[in-house]
């Protein structure tokens, strides 16, 4: 019997993201994306893999459905890839790239599940990458016009939409830190991408209340950190405050406030000249209120000053003692809980959902034909009883997707990294069940825990 019951309705869910699971990278028309280009360049990936077959999800959907369907899915998070549907990411549509959506979104819905549809996650069009990508910004009113065709195309049977997910992500680790797709190393253009990032979240919000399907919701994912100084000192609590803006208020602010935070705007633009903010643009995204903030957390940063960067100055620590994921993640659920309740109190009672919370462990154990990865298992188990105190808190938390519904492409870490309920032999593309997928299926049945 559960001890820790949620709201009824609470939606539990799973997520994933279209380049980390489909493969088909060249299928049936579909254009070549960042990722496509970035993970065939030596030495960008681990072990030089690259998302051309990954999961072959867009093969195996179907099968893929009938899994979730016996987990007990209220719900499932994907994205999709913006150069499947517009191969050259405006103009002509790829018929058989957006026929493979409505199939997945009908199988969805036949099986009970609600789809919860990403824009943007991280596959652009390699050649919009060409005019400059997200540092141009044209971008968005090509964001907006693709949202607006798949609002048109979708939105009778999707009524949740998340406009972009992580765009801190898409911005630092893509143009400044270089690790992802395009990867560029240039802080003032990483600062002026996160600009028209945000922008077109606006414009797609806004295309999306004019869209005849537009009476569903629509919001942003954000990765989110609890950011706590490495010690009492001055120079660490000055860093914690840095990283909270750099990381959360930055982002925040625009989506919930309608303006960036002041200290973070003046550090950029005396320091960078960045972003350019033309006349509109903050009118424009203070008139975009959203229905729901998405949460990807999986880790409170511990941050100390540091002068690594003359700008960014703080340096994240790994505190001895504390227990760590495969990622060498610092599994930390009670930031979840602060987390939550940050949100509510500093952004006025928002709806939320966490969009991804999960592991990478080695899963290199098996029960018989099932991977015994209790590791994960207590993870999922100590971070849903987290949520469960900011329910009792009073927070909106309205759903929990776990990352991930299966092992899939992890980034510039390959497949290497698994984060999946469901385990995936990459040499068969055998599906095969975890034991926290099957302790899961007790959780969304019980609704608690
Ligand atoms: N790394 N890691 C796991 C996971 C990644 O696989 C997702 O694509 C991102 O949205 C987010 O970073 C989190």
Not at 34 to 63: L, Q
Not at 80 to 85: A, G, K, N, Y
Not at 303 to 313: A, F, G, M, R, W
Not at 392 to 412: H, I, R, T
Request: proline share 5%; aromatic share 12%; net charge negative.
């Amino acid at each position: 019997m559960a001890q820790l019951i949620f709201p009824k309705d609470f939606l539990w869910g799973a997520a994933t993201a279209s380049y980390q699971i489909e493969g088909g990278a060249a299928d049936d028309g579909k254009g070549e994306s960042i990722w496509d280009r970035f993970s065939h360049i030596p030495g960008k990936v681990t072990n030089g893999d690259t998302g051309d077959v990954a999961c072959d999800h867009y093969h195996r959907y179907r099968e893929d459905v009938r899994l979730m369907k016996e987990l007990g899915l209220k719900g499932y998070r994907f994205s999709i890839s913006w150069p499947r549907v517009f191969p050259n990411g405006r103009g002509a549509v790829n018929p058989q790239g957006i026929d493979f959506y409505n199939r997945l979104v009908d199988e969805l819905l036949a099986n009970g599940i609600e789809p919860a549809v990403t824009l943007y996650h991280w596959d652009l069009p390699q050649a919009l990458q060409e005019n400059g990508g997200w540092g141009n910004r044209a971008i968005v009113d090509d964001f907006a016009a693709y949202a607006a065709y798949l609002f048109d195309v979708l939105g009778d049977r999707v009524k949740k939409w998340i406009t972009h997910n992580e765009p801190w992500v898409v911005a630092f680790a893509g143009h400044f830190q270089g690790r992802h797709a395009p990867g560029l190393t240039d802080l003032p253009l990483a600062v002026q991408v996160t600009h028209h990032l945000i922008l077109s979240h606006a414009k797609a919000v806004q295309a999306y209340r004019a869209s005849k399907h537009g009476d569903g919701q629509i919001g942003i994912t954000l990765n989110l950190y609890p950011s706590v100084p490495a010690s009492d000192s001055e120079s660490d609590r000055a860093a914690a405050t840095l990283v909270d803006g750099h990381n959360n208020r930055w982002f925040l602010d625009p989506v919930l406030k309608g303006e960036y935070p002041a200290d973070i705007l003046r550090l950029y633009q005396e320091r960078l000249n960045s972003p350019v903010i033309e006349p509109g643009d903050m009118e424009c995204i203070a008139a975009s209120p959203m229905d729901f903030l998405g949460i990807n957390y999986y880790f409170q940063k511990v941050v100390k000053h540091s002068e690594v960067h003359p700008i960014l100055q703080f340096e994240e620590i790994k505190p001895e003692g504390s227990e760590y994921t495969a990622m060498n993640w610092e599994i930390t659920p009670q930031g979840l809980t602060d987390l939550l309740v940050r949100l509510d109190r500093d952004y006025h009672h928002p709806d939320l959902y966490i969009t991804e919370n999960g592991a990478a462990f080695k899963d290199d154990r098996r029960d018989g034909g099932v991977v015994d990865d209790q590791d994960r298992l207590k993870f999922l188990q100590q971070h849903f009883a987290a949520a469960h105190r900011a329910l009792e808190a009073g927070v909106k938390l309205k759903g929990y997707y776990v990352w991930s519904l299966m092992d899939n492409f992890e980034w510039a870490h390959g497949y290497g990294k698994r984060f999946g309920l469901i385990y995936i032999d990459y040499q068969t593309l055998e599906r095969t069940w975890k034991k926290s997928a099957l302790w899961y299926r007790e959780v969304i049945r019980d609704n608690g825990l």
